[in-house]
């Protein structure tokens, strides 16, 4: 079954990954990535422009699925950040507050931000989908797939 996860990273990073065709998330962690299975949905949401502390953005910035490969290490100016292959898809950045109040994971929680601490979490296709739809994603997951 296909399934769906958020990923939490600044959108200078998000368009870096977006451009090679790469996920890294969690800082380059290795687990998060091997939790995702080749054609799952990857969403990243960026609370900033830049990691640096940068300029609020709080909004879903790109979203892809997961190409069939494996986990890989890479090194980057002594830092070795594991990474996915992932195919974008053409969208537009999403502000979340509009879509606060129905998304299950912030629904009604006033320290929504909360969970986007984690840095990966998995999301029901329902979620996925309206973020999706903000997004103007068009080819979204058939519900039989995921």
Excluded at 24 to 52: E, F, I, N
Excluded at 83 to 89: K, P, Q, S
Excluded at 135 to 144: F, K, Q, T
Aim: proline fraction near 7%.
């Amino acid at each position: 079954m296909i399934r769906c996860w958020v990923g939490v990273v600044s959108l200078q990073h998000v368009m870096l990954g977006v451009a090679r065709g790469f996920a890294q998330v969690c800082h380059g962690k290795q687990a998060p990535l091997r939790r995702m299975a080749p054609g799952d949905w990857l969403v990243y949401y960026s609370p900033r422009d830049r990691m640096d502390g940068g300029s609020a953005l709080q909004a879903f910035t790109a979203a892809g699925r997961i190409r069939p490969s494996t986990v890989y290490q890479v090194q980057c100016d002594g830092f070795s950040p594991y990474r996915r292959d992932v195919d974008f898809v053409d969208c537009r950045p999403a502000p979340i507050r509009p879509l606060l109040s129905q998304l299950s994971f912030t629904q009604g929680l006033p320290n929504w931000g909360y969970r986007f601490r984690l840095g990966h979490f998995e999301i029901d296709r329902r979620d996925f989908r309206l973020i999706a739809q903000a997004m103007g994603i068009v080819r979204l997951p058939a519900s039989n797939d995921g």
